[in-house]
């Protein structure tokens, strides 16, 4: 076990938001100024690592046939104590994330974690994977976050950053601008990632996942490369 290939992994290889594409409904909802992002990226990470580690730790004991349950009533437990915690500590920002947080036990981060790698694998990678995870959708959300607050307020964790007159551009804070500056940071990453693999000499991942398909004939990605 490499702690720092499996936090890489969840950060930068598998970002659950930028490259796997799930937990995008907080995402979007949340992630109109900076703050939200690192409070909302925060309490999803601290309830998958306790999470990950609760079904790695009960995996021999848990029957296959009722595990999702069982995994639900673990991470809603995680969520309650991390939502009463912010609720006790930082009122405005549970004011702000509002229900968010206690969807979570909802979050498809979470509960893919929780059967993909949590439920085969010990506790201490498990560990690590929350970590990494964690962090990459605690990243994704407080880049998005700090980019629209900006353009659309002028200020990022409230501190004002451009000049009298600045006219800001509403539409970024709305939700059509949630979509496009996700849009916008999904394509650059991707971009990033298949340049990196190009220079080690390594197949992109994009391309090894189009090869994996199967259908580029009904697509016409074979014609592209010929």
Known sequence: MNPFKIIKNGIIDESPTLVQCIGLCPTLAVSTNATNGVGMGLAAAAVLIGSNMA???LRKFVPNEIRIPIFIVLIAGFVTVVQLL???????????LGIFIPLIVVNCIILARAEAFAFKNGVIASFFDGIGMGLGFTFALTLIGAVREFLGNGTIFDIVLTPMGYQPALLVILAPGGFITLGIFMAIFRFLRNRAAEKKGAVP???????????????GKAEEKA
């Open 55 to 57: 079904v790695s730790a």
């Open 86 to 96: 912010i609720s006790g500590f930082a009122p405005e920002l549970d004011k702000s």
């Open 205 to 219: 991942p994009d391309d090894a996942l189009c090869s994996a398909c199967g259908a580029c004939a009904a697509c």
